[in-house]
């Protein structure tokens, strides 16, 4: 049943037109009030759909009994699940993910996927942060539903600010971003500026949300930041985070853009299309 539903959903077309071509923001909303319904049947019958369109492996989750579709879609694993790799020289993956599109922002562009660059200042909103990254790199992190949705520090360093930008909820697999002009600049996102404790390097994590995933928590900062807040807002900050810690999670699947200088030097394991794990090297750090 599953590799029919999938080699349906599959087709480009159909696909889009599924979710896209509905009403994004009106979706978002109502699956973040039903998958919060606590009732056995609905959570029951609900995560069993969720099978049947997504690979969901559960057997590395702290716990089996969820209240929610939604307390599954925010589990947390067991401890020592995602080892951290803990070499000072690796910055490592925030999240579980599929790789992107990476490589080096030239010109303020940055490619969405081959043929399709995005200006990196409509991402962050803000052009001075921008040219700070002008011939840095980057990597497209992208997390399906099925995956764990917390995002972790890639390396000990301090917050110094997060910037909420709102916008829409377009879908972010590859169907659309082979679709959808400047997608990730469209979309409700969170542009976090970090330095890091080793050689005070600039490092900037952008998470995006998508359809069905309108609401990233930032755990460092006790708040969550949704589709019905206006934006852009920027919130200063002053804070300290160790490589591996948690800095918040998704609702459901998206992506987290990982921009870096470009004095780092990408790791064998960063090829795209390769399935990552949080706390896994992406990047080497100067010597």
Request: net charge positive; aromatic share 8%; hydrophobic share 40%.
């Amino acid at each position: 049943m599953r590799s029919t539903i999938a080699g349906i959903t599959q087709q480009e077309d159909i696909n889009f037109l599924l979710t896209n071509r509905i009403p994004r923001r009106l979706a978002t909303r109502f699956m973040g009030w039903f998958s919060r319904i606590e009732n056995p049947l609905v959570r029951d019958l609900s995560i069993s759909m969720w099978r049947l369109f997504a690979d969901l492996d559960l057997r590395d989750a702290e716990r089996q009994n969820f209240r929610s579709l939604h307390d599954c879609f925010i589990r947390r694993l067991k401890a020592g699940a995602r080892p951290v790799d803990a070499d000072p020289a690796l910055l490592v993956s925030p999240c579980d993910a599929i790789i992107g599109a990476s490589g080096v922002v030239e010109a303020g562009q940055v490619l969405q996927v081959k043929g399709f660059p995005y200006p990196l200042r409509d991402l962050l909103g803000d052009d001075g942060w921008a040219k700070a990254h002008e011939n840095g790199r980057y990597v497209t992190l992208r997390l399906t539903s099925s995956m764990y949705h917390h995002f972790h520090a890639p390396h000990d360093g301090r917050v110094e600010s997060v910037t909420y930008i709102s916008g829409d909820t377009w879908n972010v697999n590859p169907i659309a971003l082979k679709r959808v002009e400047r997608l990730f600049c469209r979309n409700e996102r969170a542009v976090i500026r970090t330095r890091l404790a080793q050689g005070g390097h600039a490092v900037t994590l952008v998470p995006v949300a998508a359809i069905l995933v309108a609401s990233i928590r930032l755990s460092f900062l006790d708040a969550t930041l949704d589709l019905r807040e206006a934006g852009p807002r920027t919130i200063p900050c002053d804070i300290p985070v160790s490589k591996g810690e948690e800095m918040g999670w998704f609702e459901h699947g998206s992506t987290i853009i990982l921009f870096v200088p470009a004095s780092f030097s990408p790791h064998e394991a960063l090829r795209e299309g390769e399935t990552i794990r949080a706390g896994q090297p992406l990047f080497r750090l100067p010597g």
